[in-house]
């Protein structure tokens, strides 16, 4: 009996995203919050100050799927594939085009694409989730081309009616978030591409970022307002276990120094110093796209990762982590040789 022998290793082929032109600063959206609300008197310049964002993106209405086609279909174009060559398809997001079915399906029509597709959900961090299982079917041989792809609309979760000052400061963080589109190709390597993957995960604390389903009257659901315990996420992440940055770290062998480029994904800028404060993570070589950008949800490393390869600092060869803190919440860390 013979055996089909398969390249051990998996790298990504490269890149692509896609940012909505239209943008919305942070005094634009208190501005909106405060037409909407002239009972309140909505306290001007604190978005900015307490997160750090300047401007996001706002995608109209576009939905995941048509955002996250227009990343893929930009990434086929730029390394000249054929969606044909894709054998598996991953929609990794926290937003989606309804509950059933999977919106990779309606991202795998939309590309008139003919494999296996399957979506992954797990906030901020469903990108290098997907990464993570693609690297694992690419190496046990189950696929060979993984598309994945990022479709987030947070925009349309806004809620903009408010029945006090209070509520506004509680729902603030969902008015930094930012739609956009992303796409990565993976394929076998005879060389590694990805040199490790580690995950954890502290679901107690699953309650202190929440944006729940609501029972509509008389019947069917909603969206609910996004809810945030801003002392308890601070607490959870503060203590989560730093095995997946430290632990990898020593078992490749690596300091931070050996890294062109830290892609950490963070809500609000502060907290980025604060993390990369506890982990160790030199500010200089983090990619603070929040501040243009806004909070892009599973689409944050992604921006980060593609803003250095496009802009010339990452070079193919050169060491790049992929860092994830996540509501839920979790923690992982992805090292790539691009």
């Given at each position: ?264 994904h963070v809500a609000a800028l502060g907290f980025r110093d604060r993390f990369c404060a506890r982990a160790g993570i030199p500010l200089e070589k983090t990619v ?51």
């Amino acid at each position: 009996m013979t055996t089909t022998q398969h390249p051990p290793f998996s790298r990504i082929v490269d890149i692509a995203i896609v940012l909505p032109e239209t943008t919305w600063s942070s005094a634009e959206v208190e501005d909106k919050i405060a037409a909407a609300n002239p009972h309140l008197d909505i306290p001007r310049g604190l978005m900015e100050r307490m997160s750090g964002v300047k401007y996001r993106h706002i995608a109209g209405e576009q939905w995941p799927s048509d955002i996250g086609v227009q990343a893929a279909q930009k990434l086929l174009d730029k390394t000249g594939r054929d969606i044909s060559e894709v054998d598996l398809i991953i929609f990794a997001a926290a937003s989606s085009d309804g509950v059933e079915p999977a919106t990779a399906h309606v991202v795998s029509g939309k590309l008139g694409a003919n494999c296996p597709v399957f979506d992954v959900k797990n906030a901020a961090n469903a990108f290098i989730n997907s990464i993570e299982i693609a690297d694992s079917f690419i190496r046990a041989g189950t696929y060979q081309r993984i598309l994945i792809v990022v479709g987030e609309t947070p925009s349309h979760y806004l809620r903009w009616q408010m029945s006090s000052v209070e509520e506004f400061l509680g729902t603030g963080p969902a008015f930094t978030w930012s739609d956009a589109g992303s796409a990565v190709l993976m394929e076998p390597s005879t060389e590694p591409g990805i040199l490790a993957t580690k995950f954890t995960a502290n679901s107690q604390a699953w309650r202190t970022v929440w944006l729940p389903y609501e029972k509509l009257e008389p019947e069917g659901l909603g969206i609910g307002k996004l809810e945030v315990l801003y002392h308890q996420y601070g607490v959870a992440m503060d203590t989560i276990d730093l095995e997946p940055i430290t632990g990898t770290m020593a078992k490749l062998g690596l300091t931070m120094n050996d890294f062109k480029s830290i892609c950490v994904h963070v809500a609000a800028l502060g907290f980025r110093d604060r993390f990369c404060a506890r982990a160790g993570i030199p500010l200089e070589k983090t990619v603070p796209t929040i501040i243009d950008h806004g909070n892009l949800a599973a689409n944050g490393l992604s921006v980060d990762l593609a803003e250095v390869v496009d802009s010339g600092e990452v070079q193919r060869g050169d060491l790049v982590a992929l860092i994830g803190p996540a509501a839920g919440v979790s923690l992982g860390m992805i090292v790539l040789k691009w």
